[in-house]
């Protein structure tokens, strides 16, 4: 099994500035992957970012970034130039590679400040 | 349009009435699975099927019951739901299982089932 920790249960930015929002991960698992989700309050799961254990560069989708750092099993994502419409809640998960079965942090509510 | 299906969207019901909350996908995935969330805890999984007539028991099973007779459809069913069963429920597909790429999961929109 994995354990996904996300420290941070709120987090405020203005609006335009970059914000990152903490992940860490605990796997014995050799090849796995990380991803983020955002769940606007209308309830959907949106899928953002995926970043593989063996990728050697950070995933980038857009304003999104995935800041992985292996030796400290963390997987920030980072969202720069943050809009209102990226008010949400945001969960980061992983998978064993070949399997599945997602496991989920506790997720971060994100609040854009105009 | 390519899209995973949950009914009902909202469900109010008493406990011990057996109710069954449908999902179908129509992207012929071979992996489907069902999720709860609640506040506090994320999203974990309750239970999962990697073909037609596979099924298998996720983190949180207890309670529930799914079946796989046809490829597109995944139901979950509550035999005799009780309050602690209160919450959002999501199912998700994905393709099948490779050892060389991700599986990036495509969510319902969630059923929001209230246990009194």
């Known amino acids: 099994a994995q354990k996904i920790t996300q420290t941070q249960p709120g987090m405020f930015v203005q609006e335009k500035e970059a914000v990152t929002l903490d992940c860490t991960y605990d796997?014995?698992?050799?090849?796995?992957?990380l991803f983020w989700y955002k769940q606007p309050s209308s309830g959907e799961m949106i899928f953002l970012i995926y970043?593989?254990?063996?990728?050697?560069q950070n995933a980038t989708e857009g304003r999104y970034s995935l800041n992985f750092q292996k030796a400290r099993k963390s997987a920030n994502l980072v969202i720069s130039a943050s809009q209102l419409g990226d008010s949400a809640m945001y969960f980061c998960?992983?998978?064993?590679?070949?399997?599945?079965?997602?496991?989920f942090g506790t997720g971060t509510r994100l609040t854009v400040i105009p | 349009e390519a899209q995973v299906t949950q009914n009902p969207r909202y469900l109010i019901t008493v406990t011990g009435k057996k109710l069954t909350v449908t999902c179908s996908q129509n992207?012929?995935?071979?992996?489907m699975s069902w999720y709860r969330q609640d506040p506090g805890l994320g999203l974990r999984q309750i239970y999962y099927?990697?073909?037609?007539?596979?099924?298998d028991k996720g983190d949180v099973p207890e309670g529930y019951k799914v079946s796989r007779k046809e490829k597109r459809n995944f139901p979950l069913i509550l035999e005799s739901p009780s309050p602690n069963q209160t919450s959002l429920y999501f199912c998700?597909?994905?393709?099948?299982?490779?050892?060389?790429?991700?599986?990036?999961?495509?969510f319902g929109p969630g059923t929001r089932l209230t246990v009194l």
């Open positions: 998960a992983s998978d064993q590679t070949g399997a599945n079965n997602l496991f």
């Open positions: 970043q593989g254990s063996y990728d050697e």
């Open positions: 796997t014995s698992d050799q090849s796995y992957g």
């Open positions: 992207m012929n995935h071979e992996y």
């Open positions: 998700a597909s994905s393709p099948h299982v490779s050892e060389s790429s991700y599986n990036e999961q495509f």
């Open positions: 099927s990697m073909n037609v007539e596979v099924t």
